[in-house]
Structure formats: structure tokens, C-alpha cells
């Protein structure tokens, strides 16, 4: 009998913590919202595909006659054990990491009018015929570093920083 009522709440135990958990991710026709931060996009322009540690990733639905998948990118780092970092110093180790495989283009602090400020790199690197072109955001809050990057080939990157640059700037930190 011991047995049954065991199982039995541990049956309870496990059933109750999914119909009662909250979601990371709260995602609308229009918008994503976490605790850590929220974003709107269109979500007909994206095959959605979540990621874990409240980051994810916007697949374009594209023609892609290059092969290579054109993405909004967000991840999220937990930063908070590391007491004295800040947007700049978390930038430059980002800077640091890339200038090893890529070529800077841009690398710069942006005060965001009214927003959090950002720290702005655009890199690139062949990658077979064509080069990789990425715009890369860096934010910083309360112990944690957010990486918000347009990821395309150079040819269409023009393109797609237009019809990307409205969900760039939506990203807020809450």
C-alpha cells in the first residue's frame, strides 16, 4: 500500500508541475516576451524556431539559391557570477572571440534614444563563394549579455537589414 500512495504522489508531483509551470517564452501572432526581455516581429516573414536560455532564432522564408540559412539570431548569456562586467567589457570579449575568424567592419557603442544602449559589430568572412555578413548588437543587463545578430550572405544583406531593422529596434530589455 505504501508503494501505491508513493507512486501515486510522485505521479501527482510530476503532473502538477506541467499544467502549473509558467512558460519562458511567451510568444503572440506579433511579439516574444520573457522575463528578461521582449521583441515584435511579423511572424508570417519567419519560420519560428525556439532555442533554450530565452534566446532564439528567426529562420527568413526565403528562396534560399545559396544554401545558406538567413536568420535573426538572440541568445542569452548569464553573466551574473562575473561581478564587474559591464556592457563594454562584455563587448570586447565578444570583439576579442570573433576577430579571430572574422574581418570587423564596424565596432562601435550606440546610445539608443530613450533605450538601453547597445555595442554595435558588423564582421564578416568568405564562407565558400560568398562572404558571411553579420550585424551583431550587444546588450547588457543585470548580469546578463544579449547577442541580437542579422545573419546573411554580403548580396542580400542590404535587403534584409531594411526589413530586419524594425525588429532590431524593437528589442527592449524589461
Sequence with gaps: MKLHKSIFLLLFLFISRFCFAQKAIEI??????????????????????????????????????DDFLDCLRLSVENLEKYKTMDL???A????????????IIES???ENQGKTSY?????????????LKIHHRIYFNNGFGFNFSLRTVTNKF???YSDSE??????QLR
Aim: proline letters at 3%; glycine letters at 2%; hydrophobic letters at 35%.
Design 28 to 65: 503572440d501572432e506579433n511579439k516574444t516576451t520573457t522575463p528578461l526581455y521582449e521583441v515584435s516581429f511579423n511572424k508570417s516573414s519567419f519560420d519560428f524556431y525556439n532555442q533554450s536560455n530565452y534566446g532564439f532564432i528567426l529562420f527568413y522564408k526565403l528562396e534560399n539559391d
Design 88 to 90: 563594454m567589457y562584455y
Design 92 to 103: 570586447s570579449l565578444v570583439e576579442y572571440v570573433i576577430r579571430e575568424d572574422f574581418k
Design 108 to 110: 562601435r557603442k550606440v
Design 119 to 131: 555595442f554595435l559589430l558588423v564582421y564578416e568572412k568568405p564562407l565558400g563563394k560568398k562572404n
Design 158 to 160: 542590404d535587403k534584409l
Design 166 to 171: 524594425e525588429i532590431l529596434n524593437s528589442f
